[in-house]
């Protein structure tokens, strides 16, 4: 699987984890590091260097909040947002290399979702 993603995402020169997070930022701009740490189950210590990259990368900007200077709001450059354009074509790709009926694989992310949960639920 990650070979698969690999392959995709080195054309965008970005790792997995840096494009779930632009994941999360194309469908929200302007989270806080938590609420993406939330999101995505990853916490601030693996967030900070991840998204460092992406602000070299000139993805992301970083800006801490006004209210409240704890917080680190994170927002897309324009680069980050014509990214997306590029990027659209990469969960189709995926898919087609699974070659597995959409229905089955719904299951499987309602199943995989469920046993999330079911852990989280444990902690």
């Given at each position: 699987?990650?070979?698969?993603?690999?392959?995709?995402?080195?054309?965008?020169?970005?790792?997995?984890?840096q494009?779930?997070?632009?994941?999360?930022?194309?469908?929200?701009?302007?989270?806080?590091?938590?609420?993406?740490?939330?999101?995505?189950?990853?916490?601030?210590?693996?967030?900070?260097?991840?998204?460092?990259?992406?602000?070299?990368?000139?993805?992301?900007?970083?800006?801490?909040?006004?209210?409240?200077?704890?917080?680190?709001?994170?927002?897309?450059?324009?680069?980050?947002?014509?990214?997306?354009d590029?990027?659209?074509?990469v969960?189709?790709?995926?898919?087609?290399?699974?070659?597995?009926?959409?229905?089955?694989?719904?299951?499987?992310?309602?199943?995989?979702?469920?046993?999330?949960?079911?852990?989280?639920?444990?902690?």
């Open positions: 699987m990650n070979k698969v993603y690999r392959r995709l995402l080195s054309k965008l020169h970005l790792t997995y984890p494009y779930l997070v632009m994941l999360v930022l194309w469908e929200k701009d302007g989270v806080t590091v938590s609420e993406l740490g939330e999101r995505l189950y990853l916490d601030s210590a693996t967030l900070t260097p991840l998204l460092k990259r992406l602000q070299q990368a000139g993805l992301v900007e970083r800006y801490r909040g006004k209210k409240d200077e704890r917080q680190v709001l994170i927002y897309l450059t324009d680069s980050g947002r014509q990214l997306q590029k990027a659209r074509g969960p189709e790709s995926v898919f087609c290399a699974t070659q597995c009926n959409l229905d089955w694989l719904q299951g499987m992310k309602n199943e995989l979702e469920t046993l999330r949960a079911n852990l989280i639920a444990h902690l």
